[in-house]
């Protein structure tokens, strides 16, 4: 079998069982006295996702994705994310955060742009972080965006504490057994 011409010959038809239908973003903060393992457990419960196997992917919402309320998911799940983490030590001052936003082709929207990021700085900061990242995505793709949108996690780790902020574009591709 020849993989070259296979590519050719499905080049741009190619549909994947796995497009997402929809989406949610979430978010959580938490702090340990015991590990940066147990903060960011913590997190993910606080987010509501703890309880999913997490894979991470690149940040590309399909047109036809829509956002939708966050909603359990029945655990054991396999659950495709873009997820933003930090963990802090006392003192420090710690952020993660999610952007999205639709490219606009002509007069309609498109499909959607999703950046994270993380560091030791401030929410205000972050957000400023997370739409220059989009723009220069964008202008990587000769395409303009609409309908920015932000998530993101912030907080100052108390003294004897392990933090951990996380933000999360959740997927879900219609066969992702979701609970509610």
């Known amino acids: 079998m020849d993989s070259k011409k296979d590519l050719k010959t499905i080049k741009g038809n190619f549909q994947s069982p796995l497009i ?3 989406f949610f973003v979430t978010g959580g ?3 340990s006295s015991v590990s940066s393992l147990n903060a960011f457990d913590a997190a993910l419960s606080a987010a509501g996702i703890a309880q999913c196997n997490l894979v991470s992917v690149s940040s590309i919402l399909p047109m036809e994705a829509r956002e939708v309320d966050a909603y359990p998911i029945t655990p054991g799940t396999i ?3 873009v997820l933003s983490r930090m963990d802090g030590l006392p003192g420090e001052t710690i952020c993660a955060g999610i952007a999205w936003g639709w490219t606009v082709k002509g007069e309609r929207l498109s499909y959607g742009l999703v950046a994270e990021g993380h560091g030791y700085k ?3 900061e972050m ?3 997370l739409r220059l990242k989009l723009e220069e995505m964008a202008e990587a793709r000769g395409v303009k965006l609409s309908d920015i949108k932000f998530r993101i996690e912030g907080m ?4 004897g504490r392990y933090g951990c902020v996380v933000a999360a ?4 591709n219609g066969q992702t057994n979701f609970e509610g």
């Open 169 to 172: 574009l959740i997927y879900d």
């Open 122 to 124: 401030s929410e205000g």
């Open 156 to 159: 100052r780790v108390p003294e």
């Open 20 to 22: 997402p239908k929809s």
């Open 127 to 129: 957000k400023e972080e």
């Open 29 to 31: 903060k938490a702090v």
């Open 79 to 81: 659950t495709f994310a």
